[in-house]
């Protein structure tokens, strides 16, 4: 059983990291990955461990990739289901047609984020695909509309980004973020859809000032129901994914992302945090090591105290809070310290506002 010290919050299965969209804001774009689906019998192998070791309460679906383009999905997320574990997906929606919605359903998926990110057909340019923003949209309100009305209890969160963080770091590749920042007035249109179709009562008034002391450069998740949340997060860059300006690797600061948030790539990689998209971190493969061993090797315990001590002893780490300037690394490496252990800010908590 494994030291509880050590229990990761959730473990993400990367299904396949195919995607239907080439969104300009992820490092699908830059993964030096080939398309892979994950075995089944993999996956049900790091399943049954989780169970039989107590390694976590909560299971997703998301890394790199669109996971409703992985055929078994559904009877992935019933199986962890069978096992009693917490289940949420992470999608862009485009997929959710009314099957596709029961069958999640069905097979008693807990939590659906839906990364509608960017709203209006000129924004929604940046999202790589050939579906207009009017359907998509129109998608997504249908299966919000029709989870809600269906009796399931699934918690749904949509989610949204602000552009506004962009300046904070080095991007110059592909993506052109040129498009529009998060707004009140868009926020305020997009909840009135959402409370359109759960049935919520709400002038734009009364939106309006709910929303007036928000800070929409911080992560913020907007409660409209029991069960229906907006979140608003800023934009990140994946560890400066985005740039190809040499980076000064960090020494010291911190980040409670690793070894709390565990990833397993398609190929089986096990890597100590989900926003590692190329597994630079991986410190074993679950086709020939166990999520124990990760957890309690020398190299997981020697990233785990150098955290603990401001130390950043992983080079993929060092790279991910590094900058382009020896100032920008100077800058993250006391902007994680305060963020992380000052504020204690938590990658799965974030403050909730009721409307």
């Not at 993999?42 to 169970?51: A, C, F, S, T």
């Not at 560890?239 to 709390?260: E, V």
């Amino acid at each position: 059983m494994l030291d509880q010290s050590l229990r990761p919050v959730k473990v993400y299965f990367e299904l396949t990291n195919h995607c239907n969209f080439k969104c300009d804001f992820c490092p699908i774009l830059v993964s030096n990955r080939k398309g892979h689906n994950m075995d089944f019998d993999l996956y049900r192998k790091g399943i049954d461990e989780i169970v039989s070791e107590n390694i976590t309460d909560t299971v997703g679906y998301h890394v790199l990739g669109e996971p409703l383009i992985y055929s078994r999905l559904a009877e992935a997320i019933a199986y962890a289901k069978s096992k009693g574990l917490h289940t949420d997906i992470n999608t862009n929606g485009a997929l959710l047609t009314p099957e596709r919605v029961k069958s999640l359903a069905d097979a008693g998926l807990d939590e659906m984020a839906i990364s509608v990110q960017l709203i209006g057909e000129e924004d929604h340019a940046a999202r790589g695909t050939s579906i207009s923003f009017a359907d998509y949209y129109q998608r997504v309100l249908n299966a919000v509309k029709l989870v809600r009305t269906s009796g399931s209890q699934m918690d749904l969160i949509l989610c949204f980004m602000n552009k506004s963080s962009h300046k904070l770091f080095d991007v110059e590749l592909a993506q052109k973020m040129n498009w529009e920042s998060l707004n009140r007035g868009k926020l305020t249109r997009y909840i009135l859809d959402v409370c359109s179709v759960i049935e919520k009562n709400m002038s734009e008034q009364q939106v309006q000032q709910s929303l007036r002391h928000l800070n929409l450069n911080r992560p913020q998740m907007i409660q409209l129901d029991e069960h229906t949340k907006i979140y608003v997060h800023p934009f990140g860059d994946w560890g400066n994914a985005f740039t190809k300006k040499k980076i000064h690797p960090a020494h010291f600061g911190t980040c409670s992302y690793a070894l709390s948030n565990l990833g397993v790539l398609s190929n089986g990689e096990i890597t100590i945090c989900c926003p590692d998209y190329d597994g630079g971190t991986s410190l074993g493969n679950l086709n020939t090591t166990s999520l124990t061993e990760v957890l309690t090797s020398p190299r997981a315990n020697a990233i785990r105290e150098g955290f603990k001590h401001n130390r950043v002893v992983h080079p993929r780490c060092q790279h991910c809070l590094g900058g382009a300037s020896l100032l920008k690394t100077w800058l993250k490496g006391a902007i994680s310290i305060y963020l992380f252990k000052v504020l204690k800010f938590q990658p799965a908590q974030v403050k909730e506002v009721r409307l």
